[in-house]
């Protein structure tokens, strides 16, 4: 088509001029291209049905068929060095004001050569080109021709998705009629007990000779074990918490100057308060201890040379009780001052209402100890001043963490007990009590009462008969009964309720307890001091 000419007379004529044989060029450049496209396909296709005809009989290829291949190459070539194909780039058509009939024949050309393009190529056999296989190998350019390929598969599966196979919905691939392979089972339930359905042996309730109902109720049961447990492990982290806090309220304002362990003996313990070393000690954080004379040292190097040297296998002063391996010795602050001060001091890490450290020489000490072939080790000890006002029998009591829950508690009560028996008085320990201590004593007083009660055969009775014949103070007599729900006011008068099966119940704890834990009354060899 020839190309207008430019009127230099107005220059925007020839601007619209100009606009419009760029157009027209470009569409002529689409048209070639699509026609060279079309001719490569089908040649394309050609070829390939007679190499698979070549492959399944022998046909001779005549002359004429190889001018045209090679023609295609040569062209193919040729269209190659005038350059790759640049993707066309869209223009608005202006129409201009002398041609107008000329623009609407060539928009109707685009139009018609675009509606050709959206159909699918095809091949001599009539089937659509479909994957990568269908493109020559042997073409110099296989990439280009490869991309062409795939642009154009794309819009033909985005036009057309009916040669594409239906993609099944979930209706559809389920076998709703799955059964349990278990002979007899109707498939519902579930092992677990979470689930309405079961389809294999692995979830079958009757396979494990169960119940749909048993599983179910397995199933609450262990959600509530796991519930206990977890609310357990809770409680036990706020057990440790608050002792945590407990352990750093008793810390003094010394900082960092507070013993974490101590090394007793075989065994190594955790402190829990703090207690007023020495500072040179205290700030190690770890001292090592003579388990018999009770001297600390900084390091386990002078444990050991202190332990080849040390004499003591017991404490100081007099044995005055003796059963099997259990020992308890009366030592005098004032007689063995450095001991008591190391017990005070000793005491203190685990003890948080005790004030007194260095001036032992008005108080005795009862120390319990465990025999074996090394020694007497320390079990735990009391102390009581010499002189009470109050009729205190016991001012400090202390069990060392390793023997503690083992009844060695008790066995320290109930020796201050006999003491205050063998002094005709009526015993009473010293307040503030710790909180260990007050479970103690409650437990202790509570077996006194039971016991009392067991062996009391008359109607009547009084808490002064009572105190008299076991040493307790009448008013922890009257707490541990209003504690237990045995004293009870009625008519004016106050009555004690003999409650039997709080009796069975102590029976049967001190039948399964046995009696080596216990106080032997015959055993203690000792009479009082007559003041110092």
Known sequence: ????????????????????????????????????????????????????????????????????????????????????????????????????????????????????????????????????????????????????????????????????????????????????????????????????????????????????????????????????????????????????????????????????????????????????????????????????????????TILRRHMAKCVWKHPPGDEIYRKGNISVFEVDGKKNKIYCQNLCLLAKLFLDHKTLYYDVEPFLFYVMTEADNTGCHLVGYFSKEKNSFLNYNVSCILTMPQYMRQGYGKMLIDFSYLLSKVEEKVGSPERPLSDLGLISYRSYWKEVLLRYLNQFQGKEISIKEISQETAVNPVDIVSTLQSLQMLKYWKGKHLVLKRQDLIDDWKAKETKRGSSKTIEPTALKWTPPKGT
């Open 1 to 300: 088509m020839p190309r207008r000419k430019r009127n230099a007379g107005s220059s925007s004529e020839g601007t619209e001029d100009s606009d419009f044989s760029a157009d027209h060029e470009h569409t002529d450049r689409i048209e070639t291209y699509g026609r060279t496209r079309r001719n490569t396909r089908l040649t394309r296709a050609s070829l390939r049905l007679s190499q698979s005809s070549q492959d399944s009989s022998p046909v001779q290829i005549s002359p004429a068929e190889v001018v045209t291949f090679s023609a295609r190459r040569v062209t193919r070539s040729r269209s190659l060095q005038q350059g790759p194909p640049v993707t066309p780039k869209k223009y608005p058509l202006r129409q201009s004001r002398s041609s107008g009939s000329d623009t609407e024949q060539h928009v109707e050309d685009l139009k018609r050569a675009a509606d050709q393009d959206e159909s699918p190529p095809r091949t001599p056999t009539g089937n659509a080109l479909s994957s990568e296989s269908d493109i020559d190998v042997s073409s110099p350019n296989a990439s280009h021709d490869e991309s062409l390929a795939k642009e154009l598969s794309l819009k033909d599966s985005g036009s057309d998705l009916s040669h594409r196979p239906k993609r099944r919905r979930f209706h559809e691939s389920y076998n709703f009629n799955m059964k349990c392979p278990t002979p007899g089972c109707n498939s519902l339930g579930h092992l677990t007990g979470k689930h309405e359905r079961h389809f294999s042996i692995s979830g079958c309730p009757l396979f494990h000779n169960l119940s749909v109902d048993e599983c179910k109720t397995r199933a609450s049961s262990r959600d509530k074990q796991v519930e206990e447990r977890t609310l357990s492990h809770r409680q036990d982290e706020n057990r440790h918490a608050t002792r945590h806090q407990e352990k750093l309220q008793g810390q003094v304002a010394e900082g960092s100057n507070m013993i974490k362990t101590i090394v007793f003996g075989r065994y190594e313990l955790d402190t829990w308060y703090h207690s007023p070393y020495p500072e040179e000690y205290a700030r190690l954080g770890r001292l090592y201890m003579c388990e018999f004379c009770l001297k600390y040292m900084k390091s386990l």
